[in-house]
């Protein structure tokens, strides 16, 4: 379950968010922001009454309430980009939003969700490593942000693609948060970041 002081900093990251919403000229952003806002507040109440007991749902619950305050963190750095705000505003917003973030990432145990092997028996070494090496790949995926997720498979489907041409693909985000995105996603090894030319590209990782 969620301790007392997350719920503490839950209630002023919404407060704060429905002020920027309310404070936002730009009607598209207002709606995005309305809808995972929306989303958040949802997962939130579904992680926070849910049993420790049913693993499964509990560990999927807190990684998507993860991916929709990413989602939210990238509407602000939009909002900011488009000057659509109160500065002031938005950086209390952003504050609270990652603070927020932190003590959930904090507060809520990462729940192991393996079965172990009856006692006396051990999985081959060989069947071990290709089957943690798979779990490791897939984790990685899984830990994707939605903004994340886009670029990787933009990526993948381009097999070689360059900075510029992925900023203006995902012109709704910051050229900063793209970057940061790249970044995050080559730090990850899902990525592979190359020099030619005085122009950067990027692949996909064997494998991915």
Do not use: C, W
Request: a positive charge.
């Amino acid at each position: 379950m969620l301790k007392e002081e997350t719920v503490s900093k839950f209630v002023s990251f919404v407060i704060h968010l429905s002020r920027l919403i309310v404070g936002t000229s730009d009607d598209f952003l207002v709606k995005k922001l309305q809808s995972n806002l929306a989303k958040t507040i949802s997962l939130y109440t579904g992680l926070a009454g849910n049993s420790t007991q049913n693993v499964a749902q509990y560990t999927d619950l807190k990684k998507e309430l993860l991916y929709a305050l990413d989602s939210l963190l990238d509407i602000l750095d939009y909002i900011g980009h488009m000057k659509a705000a109160n500065p002031l505003s938005l950086r209390i917003s952003k504050f609270a939003t990652l603070r927020f973030k932190l003590l959930v990432v904090k507060t809520v145990s990462n729940l192991n969700t393996e079965k172990e092997l009856p006692r006396g028996r051990k999985q081959p070494a060989d069947v071990l490593s290709v089957r943690t090496s798979a779990r490791k790949s897939s984790q990685k995926r899984k830990e994707l942000n939605p903004s994340q997720e886009k670029i990787f498979n933009y990526i993948r489907n381009t097999k070689d693609a360059r900075t510029k041409e992925i900023i203006d693909e995902f012109s709704l985000l910051s050229e900063r948060t793209v970057k940061r995105n790249l970044k995050e996603l080559v730090g990850q090894g899902l990525l592979r970041k190359r020099s030619e030319n005085k122009a950067v590209y990027y692949s996909t990782t064997n494998g991915n």
